[in-house]
Every structure is written in structure tokens, then in C-alpha cells.
């Protein structure tokens, strides 16, 4: 039986804090894809094995060197490739060290580069960096169809301070610098529009600072990378996190829109003492991987929250802006969050696990129109949100536009039980099936509901029946 068997057992999983969606577990506790397809590291643009849009890859970063990948695009697509590098826990890491990524055309043209680091928490992460190949740019270069490459290359800290700005790629004095890193790289394309339209972008709005959500937290485990992020709604959600871990969490967030976030983490025991610097990290990605925000804070023991910067409403427009966490905001779809918590505040208060809380907020109650592409994107429903996904999060959030039901009161909680808890708790990916089961026993409780009340009427016109 459907309801007791399969369902039950996708539901337990979800339950248990384990996505469904979650791959092979590899360094630092991250969750691989695990539709991911294994790509070798080419050192040389020939060797450089082909990224399909739409597909996720798994590679390897050595600590020297560069390596190259292989995109093949139209001329009127924008290509967006994020390359997430995930060093080992324990890693004697600086605040420097991370990846730059860059996308060159056949002629050896730049059409983007983009880094990324550790931070200040000096604490071995997950980390992200992309490249994009904007159609219609304006230059001679990168706009034309045909081979692109992807260099991805390790930045390290300098093991002289004497050294030039260019040694940053030198070798490091970490004892982990011949360590190679593990990679996650995806590939996507954005359609082009039906109709050119504006090409600035969207005038400031001056707008007073949202607040954090109130009220209680419901319980949502996070997942362990990309792939796992379990999806959340507007409202409060609570976990807890070991120092080293980094928890992944995903937003539905759809055209004209607005994304707020804050992050707390709970104090320590009282016993406990020292300073860890940038020891709370919150980052924010667009459904494309692409960086948008991050906000860190030091821990003293005492509790402490990291929230997003004031995020713009979702527009196509908005890809023209200067600044990240503005052009970054440039297409509907799933939002990610990863929250790290420094390995380094087990050295100052224990291994844990720490409280945290999170509390997220979806601004704008109506959906407005997207901008009407000619064609479908790859991967299919990457710049959109989806029914499901709306579903979803509709089900772990009181309402995906609306306010916070909260408690047993509102939305899932009220008739769905456990299995829609599970469903909010475990992510997209494993609730399809959820939904069609529990489809099916909405439509089951509503004819049982339409024959009873059939019963009534006619046991009202006919008392002795």
C-alpha cells in the first residue's frame, strides 16, 4: 500500500534530517551530486572535457596550475558556470585562499572572472566562484557562437611577504598546499527575450530596513550541499550546526519579489571564553549558483546574528547593477543559502552542536509577469518558480506569498501531519512523490467528505432512511 510503504519510508528519510536528494558525502561533509558525472582536470585547453548546460559535474583542483573545461554556446544565449571547490576539513587555510574562475573565448578573450575565498573565519568551506558569457554584451569579443573555456585555478596566500601581488598563486606555507581540492561545476543557459527592453538598470529605491521575522522556529534540518538544500518558505526555522559544517537551505523567489534573511547563532556555556573572528557566515546564491551576498560575524559566546544586506526585488533589469547583491537578483527561480560555522569555535567553546535560527522573509504577495523569453532555458525551470516549488514551500512556510501561518494552525501543519512536515523538510527533489501521495489523499478526503454530506441530505429528507 502506497501510503504505508513508499511514502512512509521518503517520509521517515526526510524526517531523520536526511534529504532525499543528498549525494555522496565528501570532504568537509559536503553532499556531491549525485546525478553528477565525473570530468577530468585538463591541464591544457585541448584536453578540456566538454560542460553541457544542464548537467553537473564533479572534478578535482590540484594545487598548481590551471585547469580547463569546455562550453559549446549559440550567440544568443547567456552561459552561467559556477565552479564550487571544497577543501578538506582540517586544511590549514588563509583568509586569501579560494579559486578564481574565468570564461575566455576560443581567441583567449576574457568574458568574466570572478573569485572566491575563505574569509576571515579562516576555516576550510565550500566555496564559489562563476563565469558568464553575456549575450548581446556590446564587444567584439565573447558574443559570437562557438568553443568557450572555463580556467579554474587555486588563489593561495603568499609564503613571503615580500612577494609581488602576482604570487598569489605561489606555493603557500599550509601544510595542506599540495592537496588537491574537489570540485562541483554546473552549466546553464538563459534564453534571450522575446523583445529587447531596457538596458540599465532599475533606479535605487529608497526603502526603510525589513526586520526580522518574530515567533517561533519550527525545526528544518539543512542540507549538505547544493543538491540536498532543504527548501524553506517565509517564516522562522531552527537546526543546529557543528563548527567545520556548512548547512544548505533553498528559497523559491519569484519575479518582483523580495528576499531577507538573518542567521542567529545561540550563546555557548557560560563556562566558555575568547573571540572567534568571522566565526558566522551566511551566503546567498541565485538559482544559477551565482554569488549574490554574504554577511559574517565574530563569536564571543554570546549570541549573535548575520544578516543579508537590504536585497532589491527580483528583475531582469537588475543584471545591469554595479553591485553583487543588486545585478545578482536578476532572474526568478530557487535561491540558495549556505550557512558555516568555523571550525575554529571548537578550539574556543566546544564541538557542540550550536543553535542556530534562521528567519527568512518573502516581500510582495502578487507574482508578477517574467520577461518573456523566446525559448526555454537550460536547465529547464532554472529561472522561474515552479508549481512544486511553490507547493513546497507553501507547505514549510504558511504561504509562499503570504505571511507566517505558524503552528499547528496554518497550512500543512494543520491537516498534512508528519508527511508534510517531511515534505517542507526534505526539499524538492524528493517531494514529487510526496505530493502526488498526498495528493491523492486530499482527493480521497474530499470525496469521503462529499459522500457524507450526501448522506446527510438525504437522511434529512427521508428520517427513516
Known amino acids: 500500500m502506497v501510503r504505508g510503504g513508499v511514502a512512509a519510508a521518503v517520509a521517515g528519510a526526510l524526517v531523520s534530517g536526511v534529504p532525499a536528494s543528498a ?29 553541457e548546460p544542464g548537467g553537473t559535474y564533479r572534478s578535482s583542483l590540484p594545487a598548481e596550475g590551471r585547469t580547463y573545461y569546455r562550453l559549446a554556446l549559440d550567440a544568443t544565449s547567456t552561459a552561467y558556470v559556477a565552479v564550487t571547490a571544497v577543501p578538506p576539513s582540517g586544511a590549514d587555510v588563509a583568509v586569501t585562499d579560494g579559486i578564481r574562475v574565468a570564461l575566455q573565448d576560443a581567441d583567449g578573450h576574457y568574458c568574466s572572472t570572478d573569485t572566491a575565498s575563505v574569509g576571515a573565519a579562516r576555516s576550510p568551506r565550500p ?9 548581446g554584451n556590446g564587444r567584439p569579443a565573447c558574443r559570437d557562437a562557438g568553443t568557450y573555456y572555463v580556467v579554474v585555478e587555486r588563489l593561495r596566500a603568499s609564503s613571503s611577504s615580500s612577494s609581488s601581488s602576482s604570487s598569489s598563486f605561489s606555493s603557500s ?18 534564453a534571450p527575450l522575446k523583445e529587447a527592453g531596457p538596458t540599465t538598470a532599475p533606479g535605487t529605491e529608497a526603502s526603510a530596513s525589513t526586520p526580522p521575522l518574530a515567533g517561533p522556529a519550527r525545526k528544518r534540518p539543512g542540507g549538505n550541499g547544493f543538491a540536498g538544500a532543504a527548501v524553506v518558505g517565509q517564516g522562522v526555522w531552527s537546526d543546529t550546526l557543528t563548527p567545520g559544517r556548512t548547512l544548505f537551505y533553498k528559497v523559491p523567489v519569484d519575479w518582483g519579489q523580495r528576499l531577507s534573511v538573518t542567521a542567529e547563532l545561540g550563546s555557548a556555556p557560560d563556562d566558555a571564553s575568547g573571540l572567534v573572528a568571522g566565526a558566522l557566515g551566511l551566503s546567498l546564491y541565485n538559482p544559477a549558483r551565482v554569488p549574490v551576498d554574504d554577511a559574517t560575524v565574530s563569536y564571543g559566546g554570546s549570541q549573535k546574528s548575520a544578516a543579508l544586506d537590504d536585497l532589491p526585488p527580483v528583475r531582469y533589469r537588475n543584471r545591469y547593477a554595479v553591485h553583487d547583491e543588486v545585478s545578482g537578483m536578476r532572474f526568478a527561480g530557487t535561491y540558495y543559502l549556505a550557512v558555516h560555522l568555523s571550525e575554529r569555535v571548537a578550539e574556543r567553546f566546544g564541538a557542540g552542536p550550536f543553535d542556530l535560527t534562521l528567519r527568512v522573509r518573502v516581500a510582495g504577495a502578487e507574482r508578477q509577469p517574467g520577461p518573456g523569453y523566446a525559448g526555454e532555458s537550460t536547465p529547464a525551470d532554472t529561472f522561474r518558480v515552479t508549481d512544486e516549488e511553490r507547493r513546497a514551500a507553501a507547505l514549510g512556510g504558511g504561504g509562499f506569498a503570504g505571511g507566517v501561518t505558524g ?9 498534512g501531519g508528519t508527511a508534510m512536515k517531511a515534505l517542507a523538510a526534505g526539499g524538492i527533489g524528493a517531494g514529487t512523490l510526496l505530493l502526488a501521495v498526498l495528493g491523492g489523499w486530499t482527493l480521497v478526503a474530499r470525496r469521503r467528505a462529499g459522500s457524507a454530506a450526501a448522506q446527510t441530505r438525504v437522511s434529512a429528507q427521508n428520517p427513516t432512511a
Open 173 to 190: 606555507s599550509s601544510p595542506f598546499s599540495s592537496s588537491a581540492w574537489e570540485l562541483e561545476l554546473t552549466a546553464a543557459v538563459e
Open 127 to 135: 566555496v564559489t566562484a562563476w563565469g558568464t558569457r553575456e549575450a
Open 23 to 51: 549525494g555522496a558525502v565528501g570532504p568537509g561533509g559536503y553532499g556531491f551530486d549525485p546525478a553528477g558525472r565525473q570530468l577530468s582536470a585538463a591541464t591544457t585547453t585541448s584536453a578540456a572535457g566538454l560542460l
Open 407 to 415: 503552528g499547528a494552525s496554518g497550512g500543512a501543519d494543520a491537516g
